[in-house]
């Protein structure tokens, strides 16, 4: 996207080599230096983000100090598997599978998101399949309800708006996926004396598109800083292969596909990136619009929701609390 006053996607262009070098040294130095352990460990879903982390502490490390672990459970999308498999193989990363699915059935994740949705659509159950969705947020402004959209064994499609409730069960039940998946990180990092990478992107780590104790808890997140199409451009230079670059980001948390535009940001993640740079760098509405085919007032929308979510979220980064702070005593 392009825009006569200057503001456009080129903003977000990078020196690849650069950045590359730069990652991979932090990488050496973080988990060598500072941390004090031998490799990484990480998480690989076959999705763009982990992909690019698994290539970056390869080429960091050495392709035998790190592991990858592949994590599917009742609810993965079989493509999530495979091509986290081929990431492994084309760096050389020796990898592990972890089935999640016993863990959760045994914890009650599946049985309580059931009984979440079934306070909506009552003859959920066996053979059903599900995601949450958000309304269009940009264009009917509001408080934002979810709505579960279910597809029945016989092929019957419904869709209900969940009571604050019900969604907060639906959620807390599937966040169980990404809290088991860290915990299994984490006995591999333990065992090897390796690090536990996360893998967000700038977008979700400045909004919040992450669990706490889950998929938020990391030893090091080497491309945070990195917008979406930065990750993209960056796995390109690295040689990822073409059918992840391909992929479209999915949360690869529900039965039924599921886009994380859908799901968490309202706008394609190409259109939120330079809304985020826009917001970040000071850049009016009116000014960012035509770069993302917005109006203005929607692009105000954008940064309204922006500023909400790093306020709702603020939570999910924090630290342990403590009432009062333990200093260190010389003695």
């Known amino acids: 996207m392009s825009s006569q006053t200057g503001f456009s996607s080129d903003l977000l262009k990078m020196d690849c080599a650069k950045v590359a070098a730069q990652i991979e040294a932090a990488i050496r130095n973080i988990i060598g230096d500072h941390l004090r352990r031998r490799g990484a460990v990480v998480g690989l879903s076959g999705g763009i983000d982990s992909s690019v982390c698994g290539a970056l502490c390869a080429r960091a490390l050495g392709k035998e100090r790190v592991l990858g672990i592949f994590m599917p459970e009742a609810d993965s999308d079989p493509e999530s598997l495979r091509l986290g498999r081929l990431l492994a193989g084309a760096f050389g990363i020796p990898a592990v599978v972890e089935d999640i699915a016993p863990i959760l059935e045994a914890a009650g994740c599946y049985r309580r998101r059931d009984e979440a949705i079934r306070q909506v659509i009552p003859g959920y159950g066996a053979g059903w399949k599900s995601k949450i969705v958000l309304p269009d947020l940009l264009n009917h402004p509001g408080y934002p309800l979810y709505s579960v959209v279910?597809?029945?064994?016989?092929?019957?499609?419904?869709?209900?708006?969940?009571?604050?409730?019900?969604?907060?069960?639906?959620?807390?039940?599937?966040?169980?996926?990404?809290?088991?998946?860290?915990?299994?990180?984490?006995?591999?990092a333990d065992r090897l004396q390796y690090a536990v990478i996360g893998t967000p992107n700038r977008l979700e780590y400045d909004q919040g598109f992450f669990v706490k104790g889950g998929d938020g808890l990391a030893d090091l997140k080497p491309i945070a800083h990195l917008y979406k199409s930065q990750v993209y451009e960056l796995a390109a230079f690295l040689g990822v292969?073409?059918?992840i670059l391909n992929r479209r980001p999915t949360t690869d948390t529900y039965s039924l596909a599921?886009?994380?535009?859908?799901?968490?940001?309202?706008?394609?993640?190409?259109?939120?990136?330079?809304?985020?740079?826009?917001?970040?760098?000071?850049?009016?509405?009116?000014?960012?619009?035509?770069?993302?085919?917005?109006?203005?007032?929607?692009?105000s929308r954008l940064y309204d929701m922006i500023d909400s979510k790093?306020?709702?979220t603020r939570y999910l980064?924090?630290?342990?609390?403590?009432?009062?702070?333990v200093k260190e005593v010389d003695h």
Do not use: W
């Open 317 to 325: 980064h924090a630290g342990p609390m403590l009432a009062e702070p």
């Open 150 to 188: 279910a597809l029945s064994p016989d092929g019957k499609q419904f869709k209900e708006i969940l009571p604050k409730d019900a969604s907060l069960g639906i959620v807390a039940a599937t966040n169980f996926k990404q809290r088991t998946r860290r915990m299994l990180d984490y006995y591999h």
């Open 258 to 299: 599921q886009s994380q535009e859908e799901f968490y940001f309202s706008v394609s993640l190409e259109k939120f990136d330079l809304c985020l740079l826009g917001k970040n760098t000071g850049v009016p509405p009116a000014v960012v619009a035509p770069a993302v085919g917005l109006t203005a007032q929607q692009v």
């Open 241 to 243: 292969p073409g059918e």
């Open 310 to 312: 790093r306020k709702a």
